[in-house]
């Protein structure tokens, strides 16, 4: 008997999770729906879906497995709307919400199967237009399965995206991507809007907030909706990460006041010590950045010959940015890709077609 697999949200995780199942499971029945028209128009004009039903409600009855890829606050309304619904007893939902305590207990409420899923990807494209197989291949694909033991068959629905499955309780997941994803949200966005402010008063420094600053900060670029969404969602463990962190902060004042060389100097050595035993390029509660840097010299028509060069062999650039470009010197052309596979081709083939030096980060 074909299974009914529905997708409500048809955005870049969404979509893309679309087309794993497409792929690993050819022989189910896959209906995908979107509060927006013209991304169905697209979901059935590329194939992406089997049907997009008339309404979330008549997709929703027929479902064997439903899953929810839409902001945590949007699926706990569409939640409530699936408990008024006559659905299939043996119904397994799911999600992609990006915190899981506060909609698992929701869910909870209700009679149907729900297991809390995060697929720990993204991109730096949006919407249907950017769903990519690809996206989650080797990241971590996180369920938070309480009362219901059917995790293993969304481990099997989702097995085209070669994925990294990890089991965690609903509370340890939001502690642990609020310290490690959320926190630098809010750090990083907070860097921004002060230098900001301070860019008023001395107008050169926006010049200078190049380099490592721009580096340091980059994840303030991420959607604001999305992480307002998720802010609240996860509000309880972000207050009191905080408030760690505010702490830490007036600790550090105080060493200053006190002109504390030793305890600054362990501040950073600790800091230096467990930064470099992180590993590099993987996906974690923060996807990776595979950046490569070239050494190029000051010569016309070089960036086109790199980018060329990639292009001819199909690798899809997401950033491009000189760091160094004053006269008759070595210049540093830094790449960025969106995977590892792609920057590590990319350095093979620039080591192989040209005379320039490059390395990764």
């Given at each position: 008997?074909?299974?009914n697999?529905?997708?409500a949200g048809?955005?870049?995780i969404?979509?893309?999770?679309?087309?794993?199942?497409?792929?690993?499971?050819?022989?189910?029945?896959?209906m995908?729906?979107?509060?927006?028209?013209?991304?169905?128009e697209?979901a059935l004009?590329t194939s992406?879906?089997?049907?997009?039903p008339?309404s979330?409600?008549e997709?929703a009855?027929?479902a064997?497995?439903?899953?929810?890829?839409l902001p945590?606050?949007?699926t706990?309304?569409y939640?409530a709307?699936?408990?008024?619904?006559?659905?299939?007893p043996?119904?397994?939902?799911?999600d992609?919400?990006?915190?899981?305590?506060?909609?698992?207990?929701?869910?909870?409420?209700f009679s149907?199967?729900?297991?809390?899923?995060h697929?720990?990807?993204?991109?730096?494209?949006s919407?249907i237009?950017a769903a990519d197989?690809?996206l989650?291949?080797?990241a971590y694909?996180?369920f938070?399965?309480t009362?219901?033991?059917r995790?293993?068959?969304l481990?099997?629905?989702f097995?085209?995206?070669r994925?990294k499955?990890?089991?965690?309780?609903?509370?340890?997941?939001?502690?642990?991507t609020?310290m490690?994803?959320?926190?630098p949200?809010?750090?990083?966005?907070?860097?921004?809007?002060?230098?900001d402010?301070?860019?008023?008063?001395h107008?050169?420094?926006?010049?200078?907030?190049?380099g490592?600053f721009?580096d340091?900060?980059r994840?303030?670029?991420?959607?604001?909706r999305?992480?307002?969404d998720?802010?609240?969602?996860?509000?309880?463990?972000?207050l009191?990460?905080i408030?760690?962190w505010?702490k830490?902060m007036?600790?550090?004042?105080?060493?200053?006041?006190?002109?504390?060389?030793?305890a600054?100097f362990?501040?950073?050595?600790?800091?230096k010590?467990t930064?470099?035993?992180?590993?590099?390029h993987?996906?974690g509660?923060i996807?990776?950045?595979?950046?490569?840097?070239?050494?190029v010299?000051d010569h016309?028509?070089v960036v086109?010959?790199v980018?060329?060069?990639l292009?001819?062999?199909?690798?899809?650039?997401?950033?491009?940015?000189i760091?160094e470009?004053r006269?008759?010197?070595?210049?540093?052309l830094?790449i960025?890709f969106k995977?590892?596979?792609?920057?590590l081709?990319?350095?093979?083939?620039?080591q192989k077609?040209?005379?320039y030096?490059?390395?990764?980060?």
């Open positions: 008997m074909t299974q697999i529905f997708v048809l955005g870049l969404g979509a893309s999770l679309a087309k794993c199942i497409k792929k690993s499971h050819p022989q189910t029945h896959l995908g729906w979107d509060h927006c028209r013209k991304t169905n697209i004009a992406l879906v089997d049907e997009v008339p979330f409600s997709g009855v027929r064997d497995v439903i899953l929810l890829a945590v606050e949007i706990k309304t939640l709307q699936l408990g008024t619904l006559s659905l299939k043996s119904v397994l939902l799911t992609t919400g990006s915190t899981k305590a506060e909609i698992t207990q929701f869910a909870e409420s149907f199967d729900f297991i809390g899923g697929p720990m990807a993204g991109s730096h494209k919407g237009t197989e690809n989650f291949e080797n694909y996180i938070t399965p009362k219901s033991q995790v293993e068959e481990q099997a629905l097995r085209g995206t994925a499955y990890v089991a965690l309780a609903p509370q340890e997941h939001d502690q642990i609020g490690l994803s959320h926190l949200h809010i750090i990083a966005s907070g860097l921004v809007n002060q230098a402010a301070f860019n008023h008063e107008p050169r420094a926006q010049q200078l907030a190049a490592g721009r340091i900060t994840i303030a670029s991420s959607d604001p999305m992480w307002t998720i802010l609240l969602s996860n509000r309880q463990e972000l009191q990460l408030d760690e505010q830490q007036t600790t550090m004042a105080h060493w200053l006041q006190e002109k504390d060389e030793t600054i362990r501040f950073f050595e600790s800091a010590e930064r470099d035993q992180l590993p590099v993987q996906n509660a996807p990776a950045f595979y950046d490569l840097f070239i050494d010299p016309p028509g086109a010959e980018t060329g060069l292009s001819d062999h199909q690798l899809s650039l997401i950033n491009l940015k760091l470009t006269e008759d010197i070595i210049g540093v830094q960025s995977t590892q596979n792609d920057l081709q990319a350095e093979q083939l620039i077609k040209t005379t030096s490059c390395r990764k980060k």
